[in-house]
């Protein structure tokens, strides 16, 4: 990604965090301020588990917008500023590297600062800084120490186990995984089946010169070894829910994991779904769940899982429609969407060890790919996007496995010109999650939503090319003029009406997408218009009637 779409990026996220800071720096900037929010950039970089953090001049917080620099505007002072950092910070650690964008709108600075090494918090002047929200703080002691714990953690999936033995790996299992080595490297066919079962394990890169690892033992191992692992667990639970969320069955399943996932798999009731209209570029029925989710996401939670914390990965199935996914520990990339937009293995991998013998064994198409894939299959049969919920230091990704009301971003997705980020936006409408004013302005555009904020809504133009003109007008509502003939209509049959009259008589023909309160305002307004365009007056008991 280039250092101008990563600048986009950022501004389309429209807002700041413990990892990116918008200042205009006009002209100056304190070096010693400057040597503050580089520390703590780097240390919340590191405890955010991304390899950078971003520092940028010449943006107006306020909203955002590029109003240029002159900071550093000689290129002989620019260059120094690194020496200048790293004669005070931690082991002389300094920027990455500091890009000059002479934009249209004015000239950027952008320090790309580098997280944290593992083990070493970074300090400026003697000091540790971080972040709380926006604002630079001191860095606390707990995340101090998180940090310089560090140095002690090591990649949990490749750490050996010196007692274990190939005796206690599944047969089953290695055959298994051998077939899988194959379909991945089928230009090695005759030679993998000439390796003994060391040989290929150390190809596949599960064991380590011969050795047991932990990887070994949680994808191949026999169950009766899984006590290798404590206290870590291989553990998976399904579990079946009703539309009510009362559970009617489960089962749990431990290693070895690459037989199990299949056994998981075929726990889920992978119905059929059947769409009720009959445009031509709908099909009659596809699956609930494309096989390639189920897998793709139940093989992501053991990659990413935080075996350090004893717990299990738990799928969710409910009757209703929807599968849940969850595995412990904090999702690692910045956010869902860059991993999705960027399509590009992280620089980092909690269980990289794991994670590489998962690849090499076929589980997971290759690192970094198959959340993107999972998007684009969604949105190919109409259905909501994968949803992640990463709070909370635990990743939950729900699937959705049928075409919910107003979906019109799936519903476009046949639309040449609409990209996948237009989709995730769109997807977040329909979703009713916040949109940022970035955000707003881009749908806007290219004319994909109507409404102000917050109640924002599908534009008209894609309700009529998605046949849902219906449920366009629930959303956004009918003219005025309409409302304000009803109105008339109502007095001149009962003569006089209050507020409340009136609002029962619209209620049901204004937009969906209004609350109670806000209905309430849209009549207060529409009859405060009326009467200054004296169709209607108001008299001392609280009554309207016509103007005559």
Known sequence: MSIEAKLRRLLDQGIENEIVEFKEANKNYDSRKLGKYFSALANEANLKGVSSAWLIFGIRDKDKAIVGTQYGIDSKYLGSIKETIANKTTNRITFIDIHELNLPKGRVIIFDI???????????????YGRDGEALVPLNLEEIERIRLQANQKDWS??????????????????????????????LEKDI????????LNKAKVTIKGKITNTAILLLGKSESEHFLNPSTSQISWILKDKDNIAKDYAHFNCPLLLSVSEVYSKIRNLKYRYMRSDTFFPEEVDQYHPYIIREALNNCIAHQDYSLGCKITVVENEGGTLLFSNAGSFIPESVEDVV???????????????????????IDTIGSGIQKMFIIQKQKFFPLPEYDISN????????????DLKYAQKLATTDNLTLPDIILLDKVVKGKALTSKEIKILRA????????????????IANATGETEDYIKMKGLNDDYYSTL????????????KSNILTLLDEKLPDILDETQKSHKVKNLLQKMKKEKHIKFDEDNHWYLNV
């Open 487 to 498: 109105i008339i209509k109502y007095l001149k049959e009962f003569g006089k009406a209050k």
């Open 193 to 200: 089946d000439a390796w003994d079962d060391t040989k290929f």
């Open 446 to 461: 290219k004319k994909l939503i109507e409404g102000r904020k917050p109640n924002i809504h599908i534009s008209s133009s």
């Open 393 to 404: 230091a635990a990743v939950k990704v729900t699937i959705t496995g049928k075409v919910i």
């Open 158 to 187: 490749a750490q050996i186990i010196e007692e274990a033995t190939i005796s206690d790996l599944s047969p089953i299992a290695i055959t298994k995984a051998r077939q899988l080595f194959k379909t991945k490297n089928p230009k």
């Open 341 to 363: 937009i960027a399509d590009a293995p992280e620089s980092s991998y909690r269980n990289k060890f794991l994670a590489n013998a998962m690849v090499n064994l076929n589980m």
């Open 114 to 128: 580098p997280a944290a090494p593992r083990g070493i918090p970074i300090a400026w002047d003697g000091h540790y």
